[in-house]
Structures are given as C-alpha cells and as structure tokens.
C-alpha cells in the first residue's frame, strides 16, 4: 500500500522488497512521474525529499528567471543568456563584442558543455592555465604555444563576469573563478619618445604631410580613437581648446563612433595658440571638404587605426628615431608634461584619466625623478639658509 510523503509524493515497498518513491513533476507543461528507489523506507523517505526539494528549486528558477529554459544551464546556455539579456545594448559595443568573441573562440569551446553549478576553481585554474601554455591556434612558430598573460587576463575577466551574473542570479552560490590565481608578468619598460628626438620625428612629420596630426597629439595626449574621431566643431578658437567626446573604434570590422572609453575620458583641453594656429592653416590649405578634423585621404571618412599605426611606424624609420607604438605617444606627452614640471592632477584630466592616482602609478618613474629634485632643491635651499646664518654670525662676532 502507497503511503503519502507530506503530501508532495508517495513511498509503497516493491514485491523484490526494495522502497518506491514516486512524484510528480511538469515537462513541457506536461505531468510526468518520476521514481526513486531504495532498500529501505527511511533512505527512500529521504531521497524522495531530496528530489522534490531540487525540482521545486528548479521551478522557482524558471519563475523568477523567466530567460531561462533550462534550471540547470550549461556554460554555453548560460554565456548566451548573459549576452542577450545583460550586455546587449547595455555595455559599450566594444566590450560586448570582446566578451562574445572570448566566450566563442576560447571559453565555451573549452567547458561550454559543463553545467555552470558543476564548474569549479580547479577547473577555471586548469582551464585558464592551459590557455596561458597551450592556447595559441595560430603563429605558434613565432609567438609560442601559449597565449599572452594579457589575452588570458582579457579571458578571466570575461569568465569571471559571466559567471558573477549567475550567482546574482541565484544560480549558483559563489563564483569559482575569484579565487584563481594568475602567473604574475614582469611590467616592461614604458617606451616613451624624448625631448631630444622631437625635432627630428616632427620634421619628418612635416615631409610626410601629416605634421598637424602629431603636433596635436603630443600637445595632448589623446587616444588613437579620439583624435581620429574629431571634427571641426570641436575646435574652440577663441577659447583655444579641443573637446574630446566621442572616438573611432573597429567593431565587428567597420569602423564606428562610440563613447569615450569613461566619463572622466569626456573633456575639454587647453592647446597652445601655436597648434591651433597649425590646424587653421591645415583647413585652408586642404578645403572643406569633410567636417572631419583628420579624415581618410582615400574615403574622405574616418581613419583606420590601424593603418596610422603602420604610417607611424614608417615615419619613425625615416626620422630615425627609436620605433614606438601610438599608444606610446600619450605616454610620452605625459612625461615629458611631468619633467617640464606640470602637477599630475592637469595631466590626469588632459588623459582622460578617472583617477589621478592611475596617472601617478603609470608615470611613478617620472614623478620619483621629480621628488628627487625636489628633494635637492629643498637641499640647496637648506643648505644656503644655513650659510647665510653661519656668515651672519661671523659678522656680529
């Protein structure tokens, strides 16, 4: 005989002497019974609670999360979700992007297929390390087999945020990719252009007819996206500033105008009355012919980064002087603004930087060359007070 278990499911003994547990459960907005077996009543009595307990969870998650087919998701099921439903048109396109390609090109081809409750720190620790020392799909002759600490940096954050989603989501208690630890990188040195190779990059700036463009970008510091993106309407000559509030990137391979990369990043900067003078002569020497401040010279449209990185390193070859990034002429507007003695809070907010603290860390070499002369300045001012007492003294004995 059947006997009910508090009113959720019912226990009976089979004839070959083992405990039945039977309840009910919805699939697909269908009653289907399933069964728990056992060789006594009490272990029986236990499991089947057990069961009812998990299903009735698993229902509340499908109520409370109404984008959820499946109570128990796989990563690639749940990577989906949180893209659709908490990154689409919530994030900056970029981001969004980044996150999509690192969840199909690394992760969920990895351990997509595992149930996100079942996924662990020893497996993120395995999973992130094997792409640190054998995650390169291609260049592997050239660049080695594993990926840049960076690239799986870039990768762990995109885990890690998708799965923090989860448990804000009650998904899963906790995010097992907190606790993993990275492999720690040596910070290269930062590759900066000095004062006395100015002359010689900007003069072959000029040869190139693109002396306007980085007269202004080591006058400011911009990003690469932001100088690209600027028009004529942000030029205030009267005020003699730049307005910086909108930049180029690539996304899914066209070019796009976005936000600043933070709020802090949307400013207004003070440039010399030479540089404005420059880029007024560059207008009427080139026409309007695009409210684009610096636009392509093959579309009339906006520049490829990428292709001004390549000219810039092409410059460089023929001023010959030492080959650096673009990304390195902001910090070489930073430091040299630091050795000619500006104060690092002007220089946070002409990069754009949230936090002046940021700008001191990065720029900790210049800004320790700069408390050693105050130091010796405080020295010699010691030093001199000193003397003049000690010559005062002479005199009045």
């Not at 499908?62 to 689409?88: G, H």
């Not at 911009?222 to 690539?250: C, F, H």
């Not at 802090?264 to 900067?269: E, K, N, P, Q, V």
Request: hydrophobic share 35%.
């Amino acid at each position: 005989m059947a006997k009910r278990n508090n009113g959720e499911g019912t226990l009976r003994k089979r004839a070959d002497g083992r405990w039945e547990g039977r309840y009910t459960v919805t699939v697909n907005g269908k009653p289907k019974v399933k069964y728990i077996l056992a060789h006594s009543q009490k272990d029986c009595k236990e499991k089947l609670e057990t069961a009812i307990a998990e299903y009735e969870e698993e229902r509340k998650k499908l109520v409370r999360c109404s984008y959820l087919t499946n109570p128990n998701p796989t990563l690639a099921e749940w990577s989906q979700i949180w893209l659709d439903n908490f990154c689409k048109n919530c994030i900056k396109d970029y981001t969004y992007q980044g996150y999509k390609l690192y969840m199909e090109k690394h992760i969920n081809p990895a351990i997509g297929d595992m149930k996100i409750k079942n996924i662990t720190t020893v497996i993120c620790q395995q999973f992130l390390m094997e792409m640190y020392t054998n995650g390169r799909k291609r260049g592997r002759e050239t660049h080695g087999t594993g990926l840049a600490l960076k690239t799986v940096k870039d990768i762990k954050i995109t885990l890690q945020t998708c799965l923090q989603k989860a448990v804000d989501e009650e998904l899963i208690p906790s995010n097992p990719v907190k606790k993993v630890k990275m492999p720690t990188e040596q910070k290269k040195e930062m590759q900066t252009m000095k004062a006395s190779e100015l002359k010689a990059f900007l003069d072959e700036t000029k040869n190139s007819g693109c002396y306007e463009f980085y007269y202004l970008e080591l006058m400011t510091g911009m990003r690469i996206g932001e100088i690209l993106a600027l028009t004529w309407d942000d030029l205030d000559t009267e005020n003699n500033t730049i307005r910086v509030n909108k930049q180029v990137q690539r996304i899914d391979g066209e070019l796009v105008i976005n936000t600043p990369k933070t709020q802090a990043s949307i400013r207004t900067i003070i440039i010399c009355e030479d540089c404005v003078l420059a880029l007024l002569r560059m207008r009427q020497r080139e026409g309007k012919v695009s409210n684009l401040m610096f636009p392509s010279p093959a579309t009339g449209s906006y520049r490829d980064p990428r292709a001004v990185t390549n000219r810039l390193h092409r410059i460089q070859n023929r001023a010959g002087v030492p080959r650096i990034r673009f990304h390195d002429l902001r910090h070489s507007f930073a430091t040299l603004s630091l050795e000619q003695g500006m104060d690092i809070k002007t220089v946070s907010h002409m990069l754009g930087h949230t936090d002046a603290g940021f700008t001191m860390n990065t720029y900790m070499h210049v800004t320790d060359q700069m408390q050693k002369t105050v130091a010796d300045t405080m020295g010699k001012l010691i030093k001199d007070s000193e003397k003049q007492e000690s010559e005062v003294i002479k005199l009045n004995a």
